[in-house]
């Protein structure tokens, strides 16, 4: 065996162990997104691609699944390390996930319901399962790791959401042109902020869908009587003599934050869907998965 061919099977078994190790810290977590995911994976047929492709994009470090023909031999002769040439059309295709880890995901009006987070957890990973199904990459918007496939990516996906918290989504400029991005959150920001958030993505040819996640009490404001609202992130507390009587105007206002998410998401050529947690997480999959790339 050549010395890069022995450098070659110590990082694939480096990696096949960090694997199996992040499994065993979620394995709750990754059963339930496989089992959701096994649930519509037949109404799901794989996306279509339109051809390989020719310009060159980057130069990558290998991983387990490319074949010996992937290498760049003349690249890794510079270095300790196996590298193989992209091209742009094959580094687009990784799906870019993002998972909003800010406080107010936390947060469930009762404790028989998952918390945004949770749930929006769970769509994103059962997501990425159907895509691994299907021989994508998949990536994570906030992290350094690059796209994932193959045996254990699903896993490693995990860690590395559960790592970046609430950090920021990568810089678009790290992003390949005409990638697609998948952004799982509540979206209850001004809408100015995440307008400039979304057309900075857009700005690279990025191809986006929105997944907007809340709990049930937020869309109808069930409270009555004396009550105090507090801010989870900054936002101050609110005291009130009858809860009630804010209902209307509340409904209105998150009314308007839909439209306006709604209404951007048209403009930048990107799909807007919503999701409650008290609902079955199997037909929003679905429809997410036959949204992305054209799936279905």
Known sequence: MSGAARTQARGDRTVEFRAEELASRFPP?????????????????????AGSGDAFWQYRRAQPGDGAGAIDWRRSARSDHLYVRETEW??????????????????RSDTGLPTKHSRARLLILALASLLLRGGERVAALAGEMPPLWGSGALARLAETLERAGDAPAVPPSRLPRHATLVLAGDFLDPLPVLASRLEALARTGAGGHLLQILDPAEESLPYAGRLRFLGLEGEGELETGRAEDLRQEYQRRLAEQRDGLAAMARALGWSFATHRTDRPPAPCLLALAQSVGGLG
């Open 29 to 49: 977590l990754l059963v339930e997104a496989e089992r959701v995911a096994q649930s519509v994976a037949q109404g799901v047929h794989g996306r279509r691609r």
């Open 90 to 107: 094959a580094a687009s295709q990784a799906v870019w996930l993002w998972l909003d880890g800010s406080a107010s995901m936390h947060w």
